[in-house]
């Protein structure tokens, strides 16, 4: 019998061990990095619902205090009225955009002169003030779709029989 030399090759190379090794390493990096990247982006879109609840919750807030003003019944009643507005007006500017605080900047005007003016055109003023602050906290909402400014109208309802008391 003849003997030959028989080599036996390895089946597994050292360039196969570190190309696997090198998989491995890169499917752990692109999982944690998914991960993270996961992490991160509802965290973002979390942290802005609640922002956004934030927001909303001032804007009624300062709607609750206008209602308020429509339906005093008594001098007391306006007192308070005008206290939580002014609480409303000074704690929104935390969250409103500037183009809202410029709306109530001018609501706030519109209601001052009213209290000297009593005429039809100082409610008319206060009025059209009133539908602009309600278009800017719609539009800081994105409520869709957006509205046309143009045909826009909104009036704050009084809860008396006989109409707005002054």
Request: glycine share 4%; hydrophobic share 40%.
């Amino acid at each position: 019998m003849d003997s030959t030399n028989v080599v036996i090759e390895p089946i597994v190379t050292g360039h196969a061990i570190f190309a696997a090794f090198l998989g491995i390493v890169a499917a752990a990096f692109v999982g944690i990095i998914s991960s993270y990247l996961t992490y991160r982006f509802t965290r973002k879109i979390r942290l802005e619902a609640e922002w956004r609840i934030d927001k909303l919750k001032h804007y009624q807030d300062i709607l609750a205090a206008l209602s308020k003003m429509v339906n005093w019944r008594s001098e007391e009643d306006f007192d308070e009225s005008m206290k939580d507005y002014a609480h409303a007006s000074n704690t929104i500017s935390l969250v409103a955009p500037q183009s809202l605080i410029c709306a109530l900047n001018e609501l706030t005007e519109a209601l001052k002169s009213m209290n000297t003016d009593k005429s039809s055109n100082a409610d008319r003023k206060a009025k059209e003030s009133i539908r602009r602050l309600v278009l800017a906290v719609r539009k800081d909402l994105n409520i869709y779709p957006n509205d046309d400014e143009s045909t826009f109208k909104y009036e704050l309802l009084s809860g008396h029989s006989t109409g707005t008391k002054r």
